[in-house]
């Protein structure tokens, strides 16, 4: 678990650092962000996970996420994995949608994916391993969000794992792939035919199977082009409803896609999260 | 005057636009952005120019400045020029420092840039008439402020226009081409070997020929590696003690010359900005 310091910038009073390691879920080099902010030595600070969507890395939220402020503000540690294994020995498609950058936060089982697509695995098991040896993190107090497919990996991540998160969050999430494009086309390539094994990985289905969250925060633009076709808000705001679960669901007028839109809202997640990672 | 409009997108309650339009002075399509705060239809704001420092576009700033939540707090709308001319037809320089991102805010006398590289009558004159038209802009009340190389045209610019500003700020900008390698590098190629000429581009000169500024707001990180050899920030600090001309010039630890510097005192100097700009 050696970790090298890719680069390390002083800002709102913290560090914004960029670090890679080798994973041994993916058998690649791994990037990751962390911003750790002004703290007393030797205390330990709550910790929000973030995961990007398609075509991203860790750098497109820590360049235009506008976390920072927030997060010196109330303590809170964030960090921002990468959307996929990458290198040249990692197998690929040609689509943005497929592939590098669009891991999809499943383990593959299918080939030639199932080696190097472990981004279910990497986020849920080995990098917070790595988060809690060389961060001041108290992983007692951990938050979860994300945007788009990523999105979709913190409500998934958070359903499967009952206790562990203390608030999720997500913007523009894709909130059902068994009933997208993207998710389609993503689950039978990772996972094969069988929608049954997708369930999992869908963020309804999981709370028709069962799962729930003590609360929930999701942001959606209306203007949002991939709204109608890919993230479909209406069936999370319909699951919710149905299983009797806590969520606000804000439609937002005018908003779009993009980090313009996730910038927005930024500081009102992290003021969410912190209130809920209160002692 | 035609505008042309590259992308709008919602943000912090406000519209962050991207426009390009055919400069006379630069004989070139040039490209900006500019941040309009939420408003009553029909009332004028501020407006506060941003100019940017050594091969960046209006992109930088616009993307990783974190301007608009204080923007869209004071009701200040923001603006981001390119730094130079651009396209095949203009000559440029393999350096990074000169030529393409590197237009220091001049009159270029010298062949071949005098026919594009016209910056100083750009911001100065063309961009500033352009902007009137097009957006709701009080232009009574503006104010300027930039980094680096654009910390250097926003002070220059605006000891050159007394009144025209209510309030000039800048970070870690670049306080006497004069007496830095990336000084007289550019104005040696721009304007000539007669160092007299550069002394109108030169804000410590400008201030030791009599210009005067009513307030100055500048920060200037302390590990910043550009510090010692071409900021020289001592300069305008006994420029300024020498002229008896009030100054707020702030030395900031740990910072270094990256937006993860800027983006931490942006509001504070959106806030300062603000707060002259009041009627």
Not at 163 to 166: A, H, I, L, Q, T
């Given at each position: 678990m050696t970790l090298e310091t890719v680069s390390e910038n002083r800002s709102h009073g913290g560090t914004q650092g960029v670090y890679t390691h080798q994973s041994a879920e993916t058998g690649t080099e791994m990037t990751f962000s962390v911003f750790v902010p002004e703290h007393v030595p030797g205390t330990k600070m709550p910790v929000l996970w973030y995961l990007s969507g398609l075509t991203c890395t860790h750098a497109n939220v820590t360049e235009k996420g506008e976390f920072r402020a927030a997060c010196a503000e109330h303590g809170i540690i964030f960090v921002a994995p990468d959307t996929s294994p990458r290198g040249d020995d990692v197998p690929d498609d040609e689509a943005y949608d497929f592939g590098k950058g669009a891991g999809f936060y499943v383990d593959a089982t299918e080939a030639p994916w199932a080696?190097?697509?472990r981004m279910r695995s990497y986020i849920e098991t080995e990098l917070p391993e790595v988060v809690a040896k060389h961060f001041p993190v108290d992983m007692a107090r951990q938050g979860i969000t994300g945007h788009s497919m990523g999105g979709h990996g913190a409500l998934t991540i958070s359903l499967r794992n009952p206790?562990?998160?203390?608030s999720t969050s997500a913007f523009s999430?894709?909130?059902?792939p068994l009933s997208c494009p993207w998710g389609e086309k993503a689950l039978t390539g990772y996972?094969?035919?069988?929608?049954?094994?997708?369930r999992e990985y869908d963020a309804c289905a999981l709370i028709e199977d069962g799962a729930r969250l003590t609360d929930l925060l999701v942001d959606q633009g209306?203007?949002?082009?991939?709204?109608?076709?890919?993230?479909?808000t209406n069936l999370l705001d319909q699951a919710c409803r149905n299983a009797d679960m806590r969520a606000a669901i804000r439609m937002q007028?005018?908003?779009?896609?993009s980090y313009y839109f996730i910038s927005t809202f930024m500081a009102e997640h992290i003021a969410w999260h912190a209130e809920r990672m209160k002692r």
């Open positions: 080696d190097n697509f206790g562990r998160f203390v999430p894709i909130v059902s996972i094969g035919a069988d929608r049954d094994k997708w209306k203007a949002d082009t991939f709204l109608q076709e890919q993230l479909k007028e005018g908003y779009d896609h």
